[in-house]
Nanobody, 124 residues
């Protein structure tokens, strides 16, 4: 089992940047593929990005490609989401998640462990 704690959210102007962190404890995060999701009151939880155990492969939803970068430091049991060129529509609660699935997946139902979320607000 793994526990996940996100940090790094906040208020930023459009065009700005934030870096989210997800610290894992318990079973090492290198045992899992990791993902970031986001949710607003108006929408269901939405896939943002995922990264493989070895960090060799990553996958993004189209709306963040070229702006967001997912990475991980297995020695620190931490996953990151670097968010650049932020837009008001990126405003959401961002969640980190871990999956024991063998391949990368964007399906939230395949992720067994979730953090509590961190709020990102982008003002126009």
């Amino acid at each position: 089992q793994v526990q996940l704690v996100e940090s790094g959210g906040g208020l930023v102007q459009a065009g700005g940047s934030l870096r989210l962190s997800c610290a894992a404890s318990g079973r090492t995060s290198s045992s899992y593929n990791m993902g970031w999701f986001r949710q607003t009151p108006e929408k269901e939880r939405e896939f943002v990005a995922t990264i493989s155990r070895s960090a060799s492969t990553s996958y993004y939803t189209d709306s963040v490609k070229g702006r967001f970068t997912i990475s991980r430091d297995n020695a620190k049991n931490t996953v990151y989401l670097q968010m650049n060129s932020l837009k008001p529509e990126d405003t959401a609660i961002y969640y980190c998640a871990a999956t024991s699935a063998l391949g990368l997946t964007k399906s939230s139902g395949r992720y067994e462990y979730w953090g509590q979320g961190t709020q990102v607000t982008v003002s126009s």
